[in-house]
């Protein structure tokens, strides 16, 4: 039988994200990232948005977008960046030689130096366990490592409002139709880098990429 | 967070890019600097036929060694220098394209640089490098100046590949990188160059300069009408005393009038100043794309 190659795809729900940030610590815990130092594979913004008395407080789960055309992909040099056969993005730790052309050329933030003070710290908190133990660029790697034994991402796994989803496009679920209707939708899909992480938008919390992809709104204010 | 722009409710941030800063720029400077020197070398003893081998054979050597000096400021930026040799692995990537060109103008400029010099200087292999074929000497030199001039060139594409950062993604900045390079090498051989030859090379300078200007002024055009992210970047190059101050005004205008009337009066001195202006403004222009390299984020 012709193996199936999963399309898996993440959805972020900004109607349900309370900004408990458990999520980052599931993902800091399980990827043993540099929280130390403030630096994260997935963060959640928190945005304040509108002035008094009708000021709120909204917010914004990111992570890698394991894009499909893939600008790090290419800004590396090395092949330290390359993708698995299911298109996620990984870096090969060894390789990397921490050039940061990859950090320059992912327009969603995704990735950080991983540096050698931060090696330090990881070997001293894990020990044996270290999965870190050479400078290189680090970013998101949707838990790849769990998706191969059939498990979900950390975060996925944590999130207590299902903020977070996972599925696969070959599989009919409620995630895989949420982006198939397009009620979920990319972030900045002009740039055309076909992100696999789509956000089902609330009235409460914006996504920039209606206006952006509009280009020529009216300015209006910068603060 | 550096900006949040909001219309119709819909938010960007603009977020200030950390991760190359004034080394970088030092790196793009002089591999500007150092290529140009190498491609105008050629071009003005190869097509121009100024028969100076002294003056260009040192100057290739010269920029050859100001586009590696320059290089060590990416090696130190890097997080594993020792390993830089896996630059040569994936060739989508600009690093890849550009370590190889500086790689063949070293290798093509050292010969042919060394073998111009050999006529009056006398050194190791001096005696071998005179017996070498003169067309053979002379396609080295042609290598030497089209390698010159893409390394000047991949200094704009390395930035032109970032697709979030406004100022960058565009094809503009290759050639505004290669225009301002050139201007760079053409103060350099006005400022060592003898009298005459330096003389043809402020006119090559003022149009160079005109075109930068012209350039630098379709970019803030382009800027102005593209989007949010433009007017955010033009509205921070335009309060910034640096960039107005001293790159546009000091580094690119002053010299421009400058080399207009030291044509005109013949003056030495002028020349040497609008030079050292125009190398100033070579390194402010490559620092503030830099610091002007902002992100626009969809949240
Ligand atoms: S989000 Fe950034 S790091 Fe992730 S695949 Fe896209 S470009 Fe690469
Ligand atoms: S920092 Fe590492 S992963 Fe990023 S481009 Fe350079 S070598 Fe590739």
Known sequence: MEKVIPKWVFVV???????????MAACAQENQTPYWSNKWRTKVEQLEIGEFPEAKRVFFPHLCMQCQNTPCYYACPTGATYKTEEGIVLVNHERCIGCEACVIACPYGARYPYESDDVDECE????????????????CTWCYHRLKEGLEPACVETCPTNCRMFGDLNVDSYVSRLVLEGKAIPLSPQLGTEPKVFYVTSKETPVGVVSHHLNEPPYKQTI | MDGLTMYFGNYQHFVHQAAWGWMIAVYL???????SMGALSSYFYLIRKEKHPLLFGLSTLLGIGLVNFGGIFLLIHMLKPWFAFFVWTHPTSWIFWGASFIMIYTIAGAVWGLSLISSSINFP????????????????GYISGIMGLLTAVYTGLLLSTAPAITLWSN??????FMVSALSTATAYFMLVSPSHIAHENEKLDIALLALEIIIISAFFNYLFISSAAGKYIISKMLSSIGFMGFFVILGLITPFILEIYAIKKHSKSLVILASILVLMGGFLLRFYILKFGYY???W
């Open chain 1, 13 to 23: 729900d900004l109607n349900s994200c309370v900004g408990c940030n458990a999520c």
């Open chain 1, 124 to 139: 001293k908190l894990y020990g044996e366990e270290a999965r870190h133990t050479t400078p290189h660029i680090d970013k």
């Open chain 2, 125 to 140: 292999f001096s005696q071998k490098l005179k017996t070498l074929n003169p067309s053979l000497v002379d396609k080295l």
């Open chain 2, 171 to 176: 094809p503009g900045l290759p050639v505004l």
């Open chain 2, 29 to 35: 400077f002089l591999g500007g600097l150092g290529g």
């Open chain 2, 296 to 298: 626009t984020y969809p």
